[in-house]
């Protein structure tokens, strides 16, 4: 956040700046309605980066003139832009970011000779409340507001954090202002809900909450949605809503900690949709809130083990994360480690780490380079004080380079695993040990073949085929860490290998693969040495894009 670059102007080629403007996804920006009162197209301009790029105003709230309310409007850009898009902080830590005192920066771009932008120090408060739509802004000494200054974010000096947007000021002598009105971020997702996407809420993850509301977009609030939601939440509710999607949002961030009540209002709210939307609603309700016998069903917590290879010695970057209730939690810092002390690092890592995740459902997830996929990270220890493997829990593999925020790799699994998770289920492919040897030939099959999603190969894959997977996106794999030595391969050990793996994952929904994976190398545990079994030295592939860990710092240098 240290160069600012998601701070924009918005105009007209015949009337210049107009007004402020703040990315919040590489293509979106949000500014004013007034600002762009009577434009279907308007200019954008991030000062010293870019210039004068088309604009297209794509929604608006519900501002026609002076004291409405809904000023806000949205501007898509023609192509996306290098810059971080502004952070955003959860509406519900604005009154803590943004009370009690604090001074905040807004931005605008006033007429002058010099036709630079300007800032300002300001200060607000939640009580500062004007009729529960605008908090009130008030300037520090030396400081104005001026014509310009709308659709500026404000935001906290230190960190860029937004909390709100600029709308007004009540202009004085020489058209300044000490006083001005911004909208919250509350509010504003109140006029443009698809904010809701990109904002760190703590519910679900972002990936369910935008399928969600996509689901239910453009459903209004109705008198018996307001009945159910009653019963749901077993009081009324003390504001009106503008949409379907509004009343599901306050339940799930008034009951957090309480999926059960969610999950009710969500069946309630299900009866009074068409039939293709009850059905989404339906298979979606099945993926994300399915409860567990006795519990509510929640998201993994997870211990993931990031491995940077260096490319001047031998030597890896090794980060442990942990990821729980959807987010990222402790970490242990980066520490740099020579190639032949990786496991002990990672297993003391791991011990430091794991009071984090203990007594949660937790597995382990290494994320690590493409060689590396195949080695036998069960076997590492948990504890190794007293010899306990990490096998006692789900562990699987994911590609490391996904984990890089500018990877096609990522952004290839990132379709494919929507298109696993929107069919609710694992529908295996076998790959055979006589498929083709080639890696072009297996590139051009899965590149063919969008919809495959989940590979079982019967022995060790060719390193091809592993990177052709990789490629396309493939985010589930399975595979013994044998290899096929049969001569022929109708009935080889690889085929019987691929169908037994293939027959206890299909149909399974893909949440469960890890847990399915752990009982295989359970019961390979108990099957007699001298027999094949698919869960012995069984490796598995599970690269849920959205299990994303922040960069380590001295990763990105």
């Given at each position: ?20 403007a ?17 434009l279907?197209?308007a200019?954008?301009?991030?000062p ?20 409405d309310?809904g ?17 955003l902080?959860?509406?519900e ?15 605008g ?10 800032y300002a ?7 500062w ?12 000494p ?9 659709g ?5 000096t230190?960190?860029?954090?937004v ?10 002598d ?16 109140t ?34 949605l ?5 019963r ?5 509710p ?13 339940v ?5 900690h ?11 709210l ?19 809130l ?12 997870s ?5 940077e290879?260096?490319?001047f010695?031998?030597?890896?970057d ?31 890592a ?16 290494f ?56 069919r ?6 076998r ?16 590149e ?13 894959p060719?390193r ?27 009935d ?10 293939t ?17 295989l ?7 007699p ?27 990105e240098?």
């Amino acid at each position: 956040m240290d160069d600012w670059q998601w701070r924009a102007w918005v105009g007209t080629r015949d009337r210049g700046k107009l007004g402020a403007a703040f990315l919040v996804t590489p293509t979106r920006l949000l500014t004013c309605a007034h600002t762009v009162l009577g434009l279907d197209e308007a200019r954008v301009g991030f000062p010293g980066l870019r210039e004068d790029l088309p604009a297209k105003v794509v929604a608006r709230g519900g501002w026609r003139r002076l004291g409405d309310d809904g000023d806000v409007a949205v501007l898509e850009l023609a192509e996306p832009v290098p810059y971080e898009p502004a952070r955003l902080a959860d509406p519900e830590d604005v009154p803590e970011l943004a009370g009690g005192g604090r001074t905040l920066g807004v931005y605008g771009f006033p007429i002058r000779s010099d036709d630079n932008e300007r800032y300002a120090t300001i200060t607000t408060d939640p009580h500062w409340l004007v009729k529960q739509e605008w908090w009130q802004l008030q300037t520090a000494p030396g400081y104005a507001l001026e014509e310009g200054y709308s659709g500026s974010a404000v935001y906290d000096t230190a960190t860029g954090t937004v909390v709100g947007m600029v709308t007004n000021a009540e202009l004085g002598d020489h058209d300044r202002a000490e006083l001005g009105w911004m909208l919250p971020l509350s509010r504003i997702r109140t006029h443009w809900e698809e904010l809701d996407d990109v904002l760190p809420l703590r519910w679900l993850t972002p990936d369910a909450r935008g399928d969600l509301r996509r689901i239910l977009d453009g459903i209004p609030y109705s008198g018996p949605l307001a009945a159910d939601l009653e019963r749901a939440a077993g009081r009324p509710p003390r504001e009106e809503f503008r949409s379907a999607w509004a009343s599901v949002r306050y339940v799930a961030e008034g009951w957090p900690h309480d999926p059960d009540r969610l999950a009710r209002y969500l069946t309630a709210l299900g009866r009074h949709l068409p039939g293709a939307r009850r059905g989404k609603l339906d298979a979606w309700t099945a993926r994300h809130l399915r409860p567990a016998p006795g519990e509510a069903e929640e998201e993994p917590a997870s211990i993931i083990v990031r491995l940077e290879r260096l490319t001047f010695d031998r030597s890896y970057d090794l980060t442990v994360h942990t990821w729980i209730n959807g987010a990222e939690g402790p970490s242990q810092p980066t520490v740099r480690v020579p190639e032949g002390e990786v496991r002990g690092a990672v297993q003391d890592a791991v011990a430091r780490t794991r009071q984090a995740v203990i007594g949660r459902r937790w597995m382990i997830e290494f994320a690590v380079p493409e060689s590396w996929l195949g080695k036998p990270f069960e076997q590492w220890y948990v504890d190794a004080r007293n010899k306990i493997p990490m096998r006692m829990y789900p562990v699987v593999v994911r590609d490391v380079d996904r984990l890089r925020p500018d990877s096609i790799r990522r952004d290839q699994a990132h379709q494919r695993w929507r298109v696993l998770t929107g069919r609710g289920r694992s529908d295996p492919r076998r790959v055979g040990c006589d498929a083709p040897r080639k890696g072009s030939a297996f590139h051009d099959w899965l590149e063919a073949n969008t919809d495959y999603c989940v590979l079982v190969y019967g022995a060790r894959p060719l390193r091809s085929w592993l990177t052709a997977a990789l490629n396309n996106g493939v985010p589930v794999m399975l595979w013994p860490r044998t290899s096929c030595t049969d001569a022929a391969h109708h009935d080889c050990r690889g085929h019987r290998a691929a169908a037994s793996l293939t027959a206890a994952i299909a149909g399974a929904p893909p949440a469960d693969l890890p847990r399915i994976a752990l009982d295989l190398r359970k019961e390979a545990l108990q099957a007699p040495k001298d027999e094949p079994h698919c869960g012995r030295e069984l490796t598995l592939l599970w690269d849920d894009p959205s299990r994303l860990p922040d960069p380590p710092l001295a990763m990105e240098v």
